[in-house]
């Protein structure tokens, strides 16, 4: 005598495409200190550190600079510009615009720079 | 000069400095306000504040008088000073506001997780403050015995009181009013006077001031002019970011972005204000060069309008650049004695010992040690001992705060290293030129302006002890950029916020 077959079980696979949809920003790796956070975190700095060390560039030739050109061409003393020395005028007046358009330059990069961080790591 | 005038000046932008702290009283109920005015100054009140406490009597007296001095190089101060702001703003001023800490020593140790580097940077607050207000306190007993022949010890005496008054009742909140309304008096008692000076000049036929070596750049009598010119660029560029009294302000920003724009407003007042005084110096040239010869340059902005436009009117303006060079006093020597008592009461007086309490007990220790020095130490000179909180602040802070931004390799042996050689060797260059003979040659160059080799010194041993402990790295660096570096509005975990 046989034993009675076993009803029939359907067999499915799990509903895979579904659930694999998961949400993941650059914040939340950034939270999670994995290697693509830190890979956010390290483009933002290197942005933000290649822009300071321009603007430095900048100060360093154009107004440090000042006393070795005074030095390799001291014949400057005589360069009158509307009655003044050109040595006194750039440094008691000249320098002062620059370094406020230096400035004006660095907030609006910089400024740029994180609203481009802010963009990526908040896209889904 | 008559003295009535001077002294109704002095009394009265000491009562309106008073007034104005009174009616900031009102806002001031927690700690948080009495520290950094609870984080809600606006970039226009901010800058003006921050550009009214920084410009010391160095700059409003100083400038014009190493100018009527020495000549050119002696531009590079004011240069150097505005400069400092760019890069501060550039290296510092976003980051050291989002680290969301109180005082220097705080962002050391959130930034190091170290309590060490902290003891260490508190003792150094507190010195390069004390160093910064003897001056301004002996700079307003000369000044006041300039305008009203009293003792010298009298005018640090009302400086230190009316200061102490301010900041006992109002704090950080009462100082930004008070601060922001001493930058237009002093702009206005430079430039309203200058206009009647320069009408005089005009009407003599405008002699023209410069010529001879006065007028040439690096030609002065100094052994080693261009590295002296070098070294004064390097402290003044790279010590204002870490004066303890510039840094405590930018925690009043509501945040990094607004951080930043107020810099950039606090260059544009800084050029502004330092196109007059280089003014004063020039026109002394030619009516006032017996100051040259008596050594007494410093008092040419007080003495000039009374020389040039005579009788009243001159008295008035004259008694309008006194007042101007009390505020200048009276402001940096308020941001000061916030900075240090600050540090003061959060470290040394203890735990047992917080709140709005134990800050009006630091500041009475704050204000009288620094007075009792000026008045039993009389005549180190303002410009030099003003010099030398700069030389040591460039030497310690700027690599704490710049490495401490950027790098993170740095670690807390590494940060102690390097300020202990960095503070050490520039106190010791500059206790040895104050104290001693002018010195001749390399050697006398080297210590009177030890920035240039003392400042690579710091930041060169901060990396290498640095990089031979790594071991010592602190835990939390990832998180502790992340708080140092992303903009606010990005929701992240920034770890643990203050206050």
């Known amino acids: 005598m046989s034993e009675p077959p076993l009803p029939r079980v359907r067999v499915t696979s799990p509903r895979t495409t579904a659930t694999r949809r998961r949400r993941v920003t650059g914040a939340s790796e950034i939270d999670a200190q994995t290697d693509l956070g830190e890979v956010y975190m390290s483009s933002l700095l290197r942005s933000q550190l290649r822009l300071a060390l321009l603007v430095l560039a900048g100060l360093a030739v154009l107004v440090a600079g000042l006393p070795l050109l005074f030095t390799v061409a001291p014949a400057l003393v005589d360069v009158h510009v509307v009655g003044v020395p050109l040595p006194w005028l750039l440094l008691a007046g000249g320098v002062y615009p620059f370094l406020l358009l230096l400035g004006w330059l660095y907030v609006r990069a910089a400024e740029r720079n994180e609203r481009d961080f802010a963009e990526v790591v908040e896209r889904r | 000069m008559s003295p009535t005038y001077g002294v109704v000046a002095v009394l009265l932008v000491s009562v309106a400095t008073l007034a104005i702290g009174a009616y900031g009283w009102r806002f001031s109920r927690t700690t948080s306000d009495f520290f950094v005015a609870s984080r809600s100054v606006r970039p226009a009140l901010n800058a003006s504040a921050i550009g009214g406490e920084y410009l010391s009597a160095a700059s409003f007296l100083g ?96 400086v230190g009181a009316v200061v102490l008054v301010n900041v006992f009742f109002g704090g950080m909140r009462s100082i930004t009013f008070v601060q922001a309304f001493q930058y237009w008096l002093k ?41 002296t010119t070098y070294s004064v660029i390097v402290a003044t560029f790279l010590g204002t970011m870490g004066l303890p009294h510039v840094v405590v302000r930018f925690y009043t920003n509501p945040d990094g972005r607004t951080a930043r724009r107020t810099t950039l407003v606090v ?40 020389r040039m436009v005579g009788g009243v009117g001159g008295e008035l303006l004259s008694a309008l650049t006194a007042a101007g060079a009390f505020a200048a006093f009276l402001s940096t020597s308020s941001g000061l004695t916030i900075a240090v008592a600050g540090v003061i009461s959060q470290d040394v007086m203890g735990r047992r010992f917080r709140g709005v309490r134990a800050f009006q007990a630091a500041a009475v220790v704050a204000v009288v040690v620094p007075l009792v020095l000026a008045v039993s130490a009389e005549g180190v000179g303002v410009a030099r001992a003003v010099g030398l909180a700069f030389a040591v602040a460039a030497s310690t802070f700027c690599p704490l705060l710049v490495l401490g ?23 010791a260059a500059v206790v040895l030129t ?28 901060m990396v290498v002890v640095s990089l031979l402990t790594p071991s010592r790295l602190p835990v939390h660096v990832s998180r502790t950029m992340v708080r140092l570096h992303t903009p606010e509005a990005v929701a992240l975990d920034r770890g643990p916020q203050s206050l």
């Not at chain 2, 997780?113 to 390069?128: D, K, Q």
């Not at chain 2, 004390?130 to 007993?141: D, R, S, V």
């Not at chain 2, 931004?405 to 390097?418: M, S, V, Y």
């Open chain 2, 434 to 461: 104050l104290v001693g003979d002018p010195r001749p040659g390399w050697i006398g160059a080297l210590l009177a302006q030890p920035a240039a080799w003392t400042v690579p010194l710091a930041f060169a041993t």
């Open chain 2, 187 to 227: 702009l206005t008692a430079l430039l309203v006077p200058v206009m009647f000076l320069l009408a005089v000049w005009n009407g003599d036929g405008a002699p023209s001031p410069l010529g001879g070596a006065w007028v040439s750049p690096l030609d002065s009598a100094d052994a080693h002019p261009l590295y």
């Open chain 2, 63 to 158: 400038v014009a008088g190493l100018v009527l001095a020495f000549g050119t190089d002696m531009l590079w101060y004011p240069v150097g000073w505005t400069a400092g702001y760019l890069l501060l703003l550039v290296l510092v001023a976003a980051p050291l506001r989002r680290s969301g800490a109180y005082t220097l020593p705080d962002f050391a140790e959130a930034r190091l997780e170290s309590r060490s580097v902290r003891g260490i940077s508190s003792l150094l607050v507190v010195g390069v403050g004390w160093l910064y207000l003897m001056p301004q306190f002996q700079g307003a007993g000369l000044s006041l015995r300039t305008v009203a022949g009293t003792p010298p010890w009298l005018g640090g005496l009302l």
């Open chain 2, 405 to 427: 931004i950027w790098w993170r390799r740095l670690t807390d042996a590494g940060a102690i290293a390097g300020m202990l050689a960095g503070g050490s060797l520039s106190g």
């Open chain 2, 267 to 306: 260059l544009a007042l800084l050029g502004l204000f330092y196109l007059l005084p280089p003014v004063y110096g020039a026109l002394g040239r030619i009516y006032a060069p017996d100051l040259v010869a008596t050594g007494a340059t410093d008092t040419v902005v007080l003495e000039l309008p009374a």
